[in-house]
């Protein structure tokens, strides 16, 4: 079976120290699979978490929210048959939030990543996420003002800033956002704050520098050939600002 050849006790135990990293605000690298082969897409998740990823971001979209339509639960689901233990962000650019938190649940999402554009009702949405025993994340677009999203800070697990506009990938990283990175990193020493577009090498040392650390990289990580060496520099750089020790 396959779930044997993912190496099910690697990825287990794997993911109970990833959740242990979330809880403390360390550096995560979460490649997303959007950027890759969607063809032959068990193979490339194995490919990024052989390279050292902390987390899979499953960009979901519904063509409404977003210009694009991409995948569901169903798709989550069967990458949980196949990776067992592995931290799954579900990054939900979809209109209505709340309509799908119990499906993502039931397919095993572990951070349920919501826009607070979409919401008409955060804070619900976010005791709905949590009752269904999920991790609650909060995304803002460029154009969205980052104060009502540090609001929800103390009931969030992960704020997701955009680096780029939302709904297809390979655009440019606007280092613009890092004003908004670093006003929740001020206010919040310890938060779990994503970066989400654009992130690649070049960029990384902006990013770190504001105060992000869980680092969402498409295109840069997953179309190199070379996937580990890139995510290892993501780290250092991230980890230079974001002491392992002190997160």
Known sequence: GINAEYGQHYYTTNNLSMMGRLCKGGCMI???ILNADLSRLAE????????????LHLDVMDGHFVPNLTFGAPVVQS???????????????????????????KAGADIYTFHLEASENPKQTIEKIRSMGMNA????????PV????????????????????????QS??????????????????????????????????????GANLIVSGSAVVKSAEPK???????????????????
Not at 137 to 144: D, R
Request: with cysteine; aromatic share 6%.
């Open 173 to 210: 990283f606007m280092a613009d956002m890092m004003p908004k990175v670093r006003y929740l990193r001020e206010r919040y020493p310890n938060a779990n704050i994503e970066v989400d577009g654009g992130l690649s090498p070049k960029t990384i040392q902006t990013a770190a520098e504001a």
């Open 147 to 170: 104060e009502p999203l540090s609001d929800l800070a103390p009931s969030l697990d992960v704020m997701l800033v955009m680096t780029v506009e939302p709904g297809f990938g390979g």
């Open 44 to 55: 490339e998740c194995k490919r990024m978490l052989d390279a050292g990823a902390d987390y």
């Open 79 to 105: 990458l949980r048959d196949k990776f067992p233990g592995v931290l799954f962000e579900v990054h939900m650019m979809v209109s209505n939030p709340e309509q799908w938190i119990e499906d993502m649940s």
């Open 229 to 247: 060496d890139v995510i290892s520099q993501l780290r250092n750089v991230v980890n230079q600002y974001r002491k392992p020790e002190e997160a």
């Open 137 to 144: 994340g909060c995304g803002i677009k460029p154009k969205t």
């Open 30 to 32: 979460g490649p997303s």
